[in-house]
C-alpha cells in the first residue's frame, strides 16, 4: 500500500503549494512505513516532476496530454481515482486549493472515500481510522475529523505544513488512462493571473495591515517595512533574495 | 426540505439527497452557494455533479447562460479562469455572482402560498464524522510599535515572535 499525492502546477512549474503536499504526504507515508507516489497532470518538463524526490516521492505518475494542459474538472477526477485504484494507495492527498476544491469531493464520490478538507496537521492513524484537525466556522475554530473508510482523502490547507527536503530522488512514469469523451465537459476559454504580485497563497511573508494603514501618508511607513523585511530575508534565505516582490501586502 | 439529517451524514449524505431528488426531476442547472459556513468544506456541489455524471464549476464569481451554453468565471490563485461547458452543470457561486434582491411584502406573502415538499432522506454511508471540535489558544498581549520604527517591528517579529 502506497499513499498518493496529487500534485498541481501552474503553467507547468510547481509552486510552494506543490512541495507542501509532498511534504505532507511523505511524513504520513514514513509513519506507515511506505512509499510516496506522486501524480502530475499537464505539460510538466521531466526534471521539474524528477524534482519531486527532493521532497519524499519515489516515483511519479506524468500524465501529458494536450487536452489536459488545463483544469478540467471531471477528467482529472477520473484520472487521479484511477491512478488510486492502480497503485493501491489508501490515502490521498491534494492541496485544498481553489481547485483542490472542486477536486476532492468528486474523487472521494467516485472513490467511496471519506474527505477531509482543509487539514491542517499531520493524521493520527488508528489502524483502519484516521483522525485528522481542521478548519471549522470559518476559521474560528478546529475540528478533528475521523474517516472510516477504506479509502481516504486529505485536502491540505495551503500554508498549512513546511515543505521538507528530504534529498531523494524520484523515477517518472508515463500514466495514460482511459479518460472518457464525458469527462471533457468543460473547456478554459481563458486564464488571468496577476503577474505583478504573488497570489496570497504563495507569498512567504502576508502583512496585514487593513484600515490600521489608513491614508496613503502611511506609504513610507509601509515601504519602509517592506525593505527591512526584505533586507531580513536576504540574510536567511537566498531563494527570497532574488524575490523582494514575494512580500505581498493586503 | 430534507428531515433528518445531523452533521453526522456529512457533505456526501447531503449530496446525495439533492442528487437523487434533481436527478428524478432533471435539472438543468443546479447551483450551490460557494461552502456552509459551518465545515467550510465546499463540497456538496461536486460530489452532486460526480453522482449526476454532469460537470461541476467551484467558485464561480460571473455565469452567463446563453441557450445550453454556459460560461462561467472562476476564481483561481491570483486570478481568475474562464470556462465553457453546457447545461446541466452544477456551479458553486461565490461573492459577486448576482446582486441580493431583498423581497418586497408582496413576495414575502406570496412565497408563504408556495408548497413545501417534506422529503424523506435516502439510506446513507457516514464515512466521516466528527469526533470533537476545540477553539484557538486566546491572543497574547499586543505591543504597539510606534510607525518611525519599523526596525524594531521586523526585530521583534524575527527575534521574539519567530514568524519571519
Known amino acids: 500500500m502506497s499513499i498518493l499525492v496529487y500534485v498541481e502546477n501552474t503553467d507547468g512549474k510547481f509552486k510552494k503549494s506543490a512541495f507542501e503536499v509532498v511534504s505532507y504526504a511523505k511524513s504520513i507515508a514514513d509513519n506507515i512505513q511506505t512509499d510516496l507516489v506522486a501524480i502530475s497532470i499537464g505539460n510538466v518538463a521531466g526534471d521539474e516532476l524528477a524534482g519531486l524526490g527532493k521532497y519524499g516521492a519515489s516515483k511519479v505518475l506524468n500524465v501529458d496530454n494536450e487536452r489536459l494542459a488545463s483544469f478540467v474538472n471531471q477528467a482529472y477526477a477520473s484520472i487521479i481515482a484511477e491512478a488510486v485504484k492502480s497503485t493501491g494507495s489508501k490515502i490521498l492527498v491534494l492541496s485544498n486549493s481553489f481547485s483542490g476544491k472542486g477536486l476532492a469531493p468528486r474523487i472521494a464520490a467516485k472513490l467511496e472515500a471519506g474527505l477531509a478538507d482543509g487539514a491542517l496537521e499531520l493524521p493520527k492513524i488508528n489502524g483502519d481510522k484516521l483522525t485528522v484537525k481542521k478548519t471549522a466556522f470559518s476559521n474560528k475554530a478546529f475540528a478533528t475529523l475521523e474517516l472510516s473508510s477504506d479509502i481516504k482523502v486529505i485536502a491540505l490547507s495551503p500554508n498549512a505544513y513546511e515543505t521538507k527536503e528530504t534529498g531523494g530522488s524520484a523515477t517518472v512514469e508515463t500514466f495514460a488512462p482511459n479518460i472518457d469523451q464525458t469527462d471533457f465537459t468543460t473547456m478554459v476559454k481563458e486564464i488571468v493571473r496577476a503577474t505583478d504580485k504573488v497570489s496570497l497563497p504563495e507569498a512567504e511573508i502576508v502583512v496585514s495591515a487593513g484600515r490600521g494603514l489608513k491614508g496613503p501618508e502611511t506609504g513610507v511607513w509601509w515601504k519602509n517595512l517592506q525593505k527591512s523585511l526584505v533586507q531580513l530575508q536576504h540574510v536567511q534565505n537566498p531563494y527570497l533574495m532574488q524575490a523582494g516582490a514575494r512580500i505581498r501586502s493586503t | ?164
Open chain 2, 1 to 164: 426540505m430534507l428531515y433528518g439529517l445531523t452533521p453526522l451524514h456529512a457533505m456526501l449524505g447531503l449530496a446525495n439527497q439533492i442528487a437523487k431528488y434533481a436527478k428524478d426531476n432533471a435539472f438543468d442547472l443546479i447551483l450551490t452557494g460557494r461552502e456552509s459556513i459551518d465545515y467550510n468544506g465546499a463540497q456538496v456541489g461536486a460530489i452532486v455533479g460526480e453522482l449526476l455524471h454532469i460537470p461541476s464549476v467551484s467558485i464561480a464569481k460571473k455565469v452567463d447562460i446563453a441557450g445550453d451554453a454556459v460560461t462561467v468565471e472562476r476564481e483561481i490563485e491570483g486570478g481568475k479562469e474562464v470556462l465553457t461547458a453546457k447545461l446541466p452543470i452544477v456551479i458553486g457561486t461565490a461573492e459577486g455572482v448576482a446582486e441580493p434582491k431583498i423581497p418586497n411584502m408582496r413576495g414575502i406573502m406570496s412565497a408563504r402560498t408556495k408548497p413545501l415538499d417534506v422529503l424523506e432522506p435516502s439510506a446513507i454511508d457516514v464515512l466521516e464524522h466528527i469526533v470533537s471540535y476545540e477553539t484557538p489558544a486566546p491572543r497574547g498581549t499586543v505591543k504597539l510599535v510606534d510607525a518611525a520604527e519599523v526596525e524594531k517591528l521586523v526585530s521583534l517579529l524575527h527575534d521574539e515572535a519567530k514568524v519571519i
